[in-house]
Nanobody
Framework: QVHLVESGGGLVQPGGSLRLSCAAS????????MGWFRQAPGQEREFVAA????????YYADSVKGRFTISRDNAKDTAYLQMNNLKPEDTAAYYC?????????????????WGQGTQVTVSS
């Protein structure tokens, strides 16, 4: 079992940047594919980005492609989400997740473990 803790959220102006981190403990993160999801109030949790166990395969939601970058450092048991050119519609609670599958996973049902979330608010 793995325990996930997100950090790095906050308030940022439109056009700004944030880097979210997801620290894993309990089992090495290289046992899992990793993903980021977000959920705005009153909306369903939606896929943002995913990365395979090795980091060789990556997939993004169309809404963040070209602005967000997912990465992982297996030596540090940490996954990251670099978010650039943030927009007000990016405002949400962001969650990282771990899947026992080897490749990229884009559905919430494909993930086995979830963090508690970190809030990102984009506003002037």
């Amino acid at each position: 079992q793995v325990h996930l803790v997100e950090s790095g959220g906050g308030l940022v102006q439109p056009g700004g940047s944030l880097r979210l981190s997801c620290a894993a403990s309990g089992r090495p993160v290289n046992n899992y594919a990793m993903g980021w999801f977000r959920q705005a109030p009153g909306q369903e949790r939606e896929f943002v980005a995913a990365i395979s166990r090795s980091g060789g395969s990556i997939y993004y939601a169309d809404s963040v492609k070209g602005r967000f970058t997912i990465s992982r450092d297996n030596a540090k048991d940490t996954a990251y989400l670099q978010m650039n050119n943030l927009k007000p519609e990016d405002t949400a609670a962001y969650y990282c997740a771990a899947s026992v599958y080897r490749g990229v996973v884009v559905t919430t049902s494909g993930y086995d473990y979830w963090g508690q979330g970190t809030q990102v608010t984009v506003s002037s």
